[in-house]
T-cell receptor, first 114, second 117 residues
Framework: EAQVTQNPRYLITVTGKKLTVTCSQN?????MSWYRQDPGLGLRQIYY???????DKGDVPEGYKVSRKEKRNFPLILESPSPNQTSLYFC?????????????FGAGSRLTVL | AQTVTQSQPEMSVQEAETVTLSCTYD???????LFWYKQPPSRQMILVIR????KQQNATENRFSVNFQKAAKSFSLKISDSQLGDAAMYFC??????????????WGLGTSLAVNP
């Protein structure tokens, strides 16, 4: 089944404890991105990647890092999480070509930082 | 900057009835995509329908159809024969046609749809 897989789905952590949210897609998509969803603010892009080793900042990159060492994987790293990073996170991917603007989303990762 | 506005935070519909969700957007681009995504309680973001701005014909997907008014920058979603499983948050989103390296979607804040049995 074609899908984007995020892990963990739920995580409660404490301020300053490094964590990584993994994202993997099995559709050979070139483009991957991360969004966070917050009440009243909607979905906002954190980082995106056009291909392996090509990443760039979105609208709200502060406090986050990403890497794209393999085409299928695009992990989101919170080096020192803070309570304002409590949010619902989505990874998404899309192919090159005519379907380029259609994003396939993961199931979301609910992160709580205490 | 492009913006997407959904003016109805909440709506409700009776099962089997028809409901229309509103969306307006602002852009200076002539070519772009518009989307409706559904987010059920599971939180999964599911594509409902997509419209290319250069196409005059309104997109349809089974019980879901859009009314795309390019000049008015309006993109409403009509759900016919509403079912209990249609209850969800619905998001309108915009993407430039030629987004370069970033295929970012610009999102509205959503409309919460309740379906009453």
């Amino acid at each position: 089944e074609a899908q984007v897989t995020q892990n963990p789905r739920y995580l409660i952590t404490v301020t300053g404890k490094k964590l990584t949210v993994t994202c993997s897609q099995n559709m050979n998509h070139e483009y991957m991105s991360w969004y966070r969803q917050d009440p009243g603010l909607g979905l906002r892009q954190i980082y995106y990647s056009m291909n392996v080793e090509v990443t760039d900042k979105g609208d709200v990159p502060e406090g986050y890092k990403v890497s794209r060492k393999e085409k299928r994987n695009f992990p989101l790293i919170l080096e020192s999480p803070s309570p304002n990073q409590t949010s619902l996170y989505f990874c998404a991917s899309s192919p090159r070509g005519s379907g380029a603007n259609v994003l396939t989303f993961g199931a979301g990762s609910r992160l709580t930082v205490l | 900057a492009q913006t997407v506005t959904q003016s109805q935070p909440e709506m409700s519909v009776q099962e089997a009835e028809t409901v229309t969700l509103s969306c307006t957007y602002d852009t200076s681009e002539s070519d772009y995509y518009l989307f409706w995504y559904k987010q059920p309680p599971s939180r999964q973001m599911i594509l409902v329908i997509r419209q290319e701005a250069y196409k005059q014909q309104n997109a349809t997907e089974n019980r879901f159809s859009v009314n795309f008014q390019k000049a008015a920058k309006s993109f409403s979603l009509k759900i016919s024969d509403s079912q209990l499983g249609d209850a969800a948050m619905y998001f309108c989103a915009y993407s430039p046609y030629n987004a370069g390296n970033n295929r970012k979607l610009i999102w509205g804040l959503g409309t919460s749809l309740a379906v009453n049995p």
